[in-house]
């Protein structure tokens, strides 16, 4: 859990954390997480988050989180916000790329899938299962060329496709 105004959670103030496992993949625009935030009149931030196909959760409790931030940090954050401007822009623009594509890949596996010859991986799912590895070692966004590197696997996802 964080707060602040930065696109990533490195530009960010850490609050908390817990982790889910149990998670099924949904396709993009199938959101099966629910997510509550409750705040108690002591400050207390609960935060609790549930798949609703499998059942998985997990909580968070934040004490203090209305204490809020010192004056000098929140000005810190505001300018670090105002000097990575343009970095964030292209950190969201490859960010919403990048999650078009895994889902243009995980379609395309799926049209593809079992339609090689002889049991061989169909050639469009074997592209698909490329991308899809490619993005899993994609460690970094906002970096120059990234955001060439996936329109490219767009392009090439889209044309197996058929958009």
Same mark, same amino acid.
């Given at each position: 859990?964080?707060?602040?105004?930065?696109?990533?959670?490195?530009?960010?103030?850490?609050?908390?954390? +817990?982790?889910? *496992?149990?998670?099924?993949?949904?396709?993009?625009?199938?959101?099966?997480?629910?997510?509550? +935030?409750?705040?108690?009149?002591?400050?207390?931030?609960?935060?609790?988050?549930?798949?609703?196909? #499998?059942?998985?959760?997990?909580?968070?409790?934040?004490?203090?989180?209305?204490?809020?931030?010192? =004056?000098?940090?929140?000005?810190?954050?505001?300018?670090?916000?105002? #000097? +990575?401007?343009?970095?964030? *822009?292209?950190?969201?623009?490859? %960010?919403?790329?990048?999650?078009? %594509?895994?889902?243009?890949?995980?379609? *395309?596996?799926?049209?593809?899938?079992?339609?090689?010859?002889?049991?061989?991986?169909?050639?469009?799912?074997?592209?698909?299962?490329?991308?899809?590895? @490619? %993005?899993?070692?994609?460690?970094? %966004?906002?970096? =120059?060329? *990234?955001? &060439?590197?996936?329109? &490219? @696997?767009?392009?090439?996802?889209?044309?197996?496709?058929?958009?």
């Amino acid at each position: 859990m964080y707060e602040g105004e930065r696109p990533h959670t490195s530009g960010n103030r850490k609050l908390g954390e +817990f982790k889910i *496992v149990g998670i099924e993949r949904a396709k993009k625009g199938e959101p099966k997480i629910e997510v509550t +935030f409750e705040l108690d009149a002591n400050g207390i931030l609960s935060v609790g988050a549930r798949d609703k196909k #499998t059942g998985a959760r997990a909580d968070c409790r934040i004490e203090g989180a209305c204490k809020g931030i010192d =004056p000098a940090e929140i000005a810190r954050m505001v300018r670090e916000a105002e #000097t +990575f401007a343009n970095e964030d *822009v292209e950190y969201r623009k490859q %960010l919403e790329l990048k999650t078009e %594509l895994e889902g243009l890949a995980y379609d *395309v596996q799926d049209r593809h899938e079992g339609k090689g010859k002889e049991g061989a991986e169909a050639p469009g799912a074997a592209k698909a299962r490329e991308c899809l590895e @490619w %993005l899993e070692d994609l460690k970094t %966004l906002g970096k =120059p060329g *990234v955001g &060439r590197a996936l329109e &490219r @696997w767009l392009q090439e996802m889209r044309q197996l496709d058929g958009r």
